[in-house]
């Protein structure tokens, strides 16, 4: 399936097409607004939406539940503060990208940027240039008021604070996760370095193929979720689950992106900090930064947040947080975060290790560091990624912050570069000559 | 059980002995930092709570969750918004008034206002004169910047809502249910008025006995857990249920202190306003008044916020929901709400109603209009009241607004009127000499 989607993007690249051939509404009438789920009240049964049945995130459902998440689930809340007032960006407006064009990857026929965004079911994207915002816009059901499912770029957030650890001498990366967490000892995380937990060169038995349906990953979601029934002498909760995957391999050699290492660098920095993800991100950043909106975590039955994919935040937050990381730590004259965890993220990682995986033949050349993924081009550029076409990309070189949120019916990123990753590089070349 | 309550605290009026007699932890030795419920990575199985089993709302493990519903349920946001800022108190503090006694109702001795609020298991206290905060106070799991479940508060809201819709012309008190809810024609509430739904006259078969296990507002709250399974053709949520009710009685002659009334009266606002409880009560109030933290409602599995219990709020916007309602629907130079709306509720209701039913004994004198609890005293106060101690105060002859936030393991308001209805009242005394 994801071949022919490529193959689809390649020969086409027109919303039309892609919808024409796999059936799928396009933006603008899988948009919230149209399908009206769980509107009326009560909503009629067949608009209603349940996380225990799936069937909230199935698309184009989960172009309506991507903001609403809060309502499917329990969550902790991780909240602004009230120290600092909503600190304003400068705006500066700048009409010219939405007319950009560029050449999808493998494709004949260039697009505009304005028909990428339609294409990729893009709910929300902002660009900061050297701090100002020069494009915003809101699609779907988004709103500048509202918070978005985040998915997969948690997982960075989660590397932020592991790396502000590590940087403060207090999670030390050549240590074995079983040293930290007792409970994983005999698992197939136990022997693992805390470095190759923050890179996931792990080598566990675990699949993440989220087209395949018996695949792992769908058995660590389920002992996530909050909203089903767990039977007794089965997972409670992520941290019932992760013990009891085994080691398939050797670690530390080929890059292998599994959420499950997301949730152990979770655990460690609960462990070595005394405090969830959620209260050490609103700690260490949320409350610091003069953040509009709330953020928030899903949690599990435990109360454990899901670092690996559970935070959901607002598109100029996430902007904040991206030009700190550009600005080495720094937010309004005050160092949020150790300028030492964010260059040993631009470090990079071993790009043998993410040669040798499935992703190596797509994004040649790239690694992955502290769960972050490193484009290791000539302007220094790196990413978070989640599932659906969420992304932060931090172009250094460019001065340049992009925010994406969106609702693809194509979970993998891989599926949705060729319309996106060449976007980003072109607003990075005109902004270079700005 | 509820008598010998009563009688314990005429005798004594000591927390000690109360829970000597009781084997109920005092206030102190039941606050969340001793009982430690939900800590640890993940938390010991023993110290784990669940809406899905109801151990979360159990006494002592009610005093941490009041602060953390979320956490355990769906909810949906009611935002405070960003057109303004947070506005800020004038504060002078009186420490006098910790000193201030009085004597409970039946007994013998005097208490201190300060002990009062340990013998209630008091989480918040802030009393307002003249729209200045002379008192504030933090206990248990409580901080400025928490949230803590309202319980039958919400109903106020609802009310609050109904009365604005009604001010505005677009709800027809004279109007039978039945004619705005189809669904609801052929109940118990089908015949009811508008009127005796904002009043609870209605007359359904339908307990609210909270210490009988039977009791159907247990049935009204498990159709609206969405952390429990709903077998197909069992209700799948509040607007499944009460279509069941049947009637008992005429209507309109006594007072029935019922959950499910102020749910209908939540599903009229809705189908009036075409919003919700939740996004109407955002748009009218929340998001105009300078609220320094978002609130948010308990939802059940249809998405539809509990209007008879579910709304989470803090100690400070409650406080300022209370001085606009103080200042006939004023805040800071604006008419939040319309006076017309605020007077009706003052008219107060039916006391041969009030009179006529269980409350009538206890609290002799009083009437309930559109949803408030009105004292009848020569000082005009109303309240709202929530099981486990909830309060907002209203006395407009000694200008003063009190909130209380509690966690108290008795749930009904009638067990703990004893410490705080005098209480309250020794404080208007003080102020209206000041």
Redesign the interface.
């Known amino acids: 399936m994801r071949k022919g989607i490529i193959t689809l993007i390649i020969a086409t690249l027109t919303s039309a097409a892609i919808n024409a051939q796999e059936s799928l509404p396009d933006a603008q009438s899988s948009a919230p607004i149209k399908t009206q789920y ?1 509107k009326g ?3 009629p049964p067949e608009k ?1 939406l ?1 996380a ?1 049945d799936g069937s909230f995130f199935k698309f184009p459902a989960l172009r309506y539940s991507v903001v ?1 998440m ?8 991780v ?1 602004r ?2 120290s600092h ?2 600190c304003d960006f400068r705006r500066a407006i700048d009409e010219n990208i939405d007319t950009l064009t560029f050449r999808p990857t493998g494709a004949t026929e260039p697009v505009t940027w304005a028909q990428s965004l339609a294409l990729n079911y893009t709910d929300g994207m902002l660009i900061l240039h050297r701090g100002t915002i020069v494009y915003e816009k809101y699609f779907g059901e988004l709103t ?2 509202s918070v978005h499912a985040l998915m997969s770029v948690t997982k960075s957030f989660t590397g932020i604070l592991a790396s502000v650890l590590v940087a403060e001498g207090k999670l030390d990366t050549t240590k074995l996760v079983g040293e930290y967490i007792p409970q994983l000892a005999r698992s197939g995380f136990g022997d693992a370095t805390v470095r190759e937990i923050m890179d996931m060169t792990t080598a566990i038995k675990y699949s993440e193929d989220y087209n395949d349906p018996n695949a792992d990953v769908w058995k660590f979601s389920a002992a996530g979720n ?2 089903i ?1 767990h039977p007794e002498g089965t997972p ?2 992520f ?2 689950y992760l013990p009891t995957v085994v080691k398939e391999g050797e670690h530390g050699n080929i890059f292998g992106y599994r959420t499950a290492n997301a949730e152990v660098l979770g ?1 460690l920095v ?2 070595v900090s005394g405090k ?1 993800v959620a209260t050490l991100l609103d700690e260490l950043i949320w409350s610091k930064m003069g953040m ?3 953020a928030y975590y899903q ?1 599990d ?4 947040p899901f670092a690996g994919g559970g935070l959901n935040a607002s598109l100029r937050d996430l902007a904040r947080v991206g030009e700190m990381m550009r600005r080495g730590g720094l937010w309004q004259g005050q160092q949020i975060i150790p300028r030492k965890a964010i260059e040993d993220i631009l470090k990079g990682g071993s790009k043998e290790a993410f040669a040798a995986s499935i992703y190596g033949k797509r994004l040649k050349g790239w690694s992955y560091r502290n769960m972050w993924w490193i484009t290791e081009n000539e302007n220094g550029a790196y990413m978070a990624r989640g599932v659906h076409g969420q992304a932060i990309y931090i172009d250094p070189a460019a001065q340049m912050v992009i925010v994406r949120l969106a609702s693809s019916p194509h979970s993998s990123n891989l599926e949705l570069d060729a319309t996106s990753l060449p976007a980003y590089e072109a607003v990075s070349r005109y902004l270079l000559q700005k």
Chains 1, 2 share one sequence.
């Open positions: 769980m009240f009560p909503p209603r349940s225990a609403h809060r309502e499917f689930m329990p969550t902790v809340n909240p503060g009230n007032p909503p500048p008021e909050a909203m029934t409670q909760g941290y019932d655990w609960a462990t969830s509009e909106q709330d949690i039955a435990l109360g454990t």
